[in-house]
Structures are given as structure tokens and as C-alpha cells.
């Protein structure tokens, strides 16, 4: 990613980070970022930072543009029509952060990751969001939330998707660098019967306007 795109990222770090279980304000600061995956950023990153909620970064991702209408698409010249047709499209990406100005002997968890952008589902289609997350070594929680027609509100759609392991990271040292944070973000958009429905996420124009919005909720505690 661009180093302007990581300067505007770290200068989230000066905002309160407060969690419901440790009544304690942390100021954390961005030390690194990297993303790759099908739906991460190109060109740089440019645009990716939109600010913060609670102390962490709020991601866009321009890129996000998903279409059912290319399951329909008749194969290239001099491309095989595959035996198994695909069933749905889909597109992630993996943000790993290492976070500094940590609080000492403390641990932290990210319990919800909240995902919303601009989608049009027909009758018939839905959409899958996933979200695997880890803190250091700590076991990897995983969550999916599936998004209906009926769940979109005048083009928008925004769900908190809860992750299922409660295991903390390592306890942080006195350097204040809080263990590697890891978010795996991943949609897929399908077909819920065999009828061609049609269904869109974000847009061709990959502008910000029609962008991914990902943020991660962290909580904090004393080491036991």
C-alpha cells in the first residue's frame, strides 16, 4: 500500500480505544499493515483508510465489485466450458496489523467484525459474508452472516458478524506491541435455487462511494 495511505492510517492511532471489559483508554498506533486477496486494494491502496470507530481503523475496498450475471457469461474463444459450472462469485481479503502502544499486561480479542456496502439482490440470491479472526497465536474465531434481499435497505446493507472463538492473545510485554491482529474477510454471492436470479455487490465503477466497508471491534483485558 501506498505510504500515504499507511500515514493517514496511523494517524488514527491518537483516538481512544475503550473497551466494555477493561475500562481503560488505549491509544494504539498502526506499526505496519499488509493485505492480499482477490477484494484487497490495487494501484496502492489509495482510499483504503476512512477513518476509525472505537480506536480502530475503518477499511475501504473500491474493488468489491461482485456480479451474479457472470455465472451466465458464455466462455472465451478457446476457452473450455468447465463440467462443474460455478454457483456462486466471491472475492476476500486478509489484513494483518501489528499494533503498537498496547497496554503491558494486558490481552486482546476481536470478538465482531462489521461489514456493510451497497448490494442489489432479486428474490432468489443472497449473500454470504464471512470473517475468520486471530490476535497472535490465539485460536482463530470464525463467523458468516447470510444477507437477504429483505435485509438491504435502500441499496445498503451493513451486519456485525460475531466471531465464535473467546480465546485471548498472549499477554502484551512491555513494549506495548500488541500481537499481530489478523482479518480474513470473504464474500460470496449466490444463487439460492436454480432459477437464474440476479444479484450485484458494489459497483463496475470501483469508486469509493460504492465501496466495502470493513471494521474490527477489539476488547481488552488483564492477563489472568
Known amino acids: 500500500m501506498s505510504l500515504s495511505s499507511l500515514l493517514a492510517l496511523a494517524s488514527l492511532a491518537f483516538l481512544p480505544l475503550i473497551s466494555a471489559q477493561a475500562e481503560i483508554p488505549v491509544f494504539p498506533t498502526l506499526n505496519s499493515l499488509s493485505m492480499f486477496g482477490t477484494g484487497c486494494p490495487t494501484g496502492g491502496g489509495q482510499g483504503i483508510g476512512a477513518g476509525a470507530v472505537n480506536g480502530t481503523p475503518v477499511f475501504k475496498f473500491p474493488e468489491w465489485n461482485l456480479d451474479l450475471a457472470d455465472l451466465d457469461a458464455e466462455p472465451s474463444e478457446g476457452e473450455e466450458e468447465d463440467t462443474e ?4 462469485v466471491e472475492k476476500f ?3 494483518e496489523m501489528q499494533l503498537g502502544g498496547g497496554p503491558p499486561g494486558y490481552q486482546i480479542r476481536v470478538p465482531k467484525v462489521t461489514v456493510g456496502g451497497i448490494a442489489d439482490l432479486e428474490e432468489g440470491s443472497a449473500l454470504s459474508v464471512s470473517i475468520e479472526t486471530a490476535a497472535g497465536e490465539a485460536d482463530v474465531g470464525v ?4 444477507v437477504h434481499p429483505a435485509d438491504i435497505s435502500d441499496g445498503v446493507f451493513e451486519v456485525q458478524v460475531e466471531t465464535t472463538s473467546e480465546t485471548w ?14 482479518v480474513k474477510t470473504t464474500l460470496s454471492l449466490y444463487r439460492e435455487g436454480e432459477e437464474a436470479t440476479a444479484g450485484t455487490v458494489g459497483a463496475a465503477d470501483k469508486s469509493l462511494d460504492s465501496a466495502l466497508s470493513v471494521h474490527f471491534q477489539a476488547i481488552w483485558r488483564e492477563c489472568e
Open 169 to 182: 492473545s498472549d499477554c502484551i510485554a512491555d513494549d506495548g506491541v500488541v500481537p499481530l491482529i489478523r
Open 85 to 88: 459450472p460455478a454457483t456462486s
Open 143 to 146: 463467523g458468516e452472516t447470510i
Open 93 to 95: 481479503c486478509i489484513e
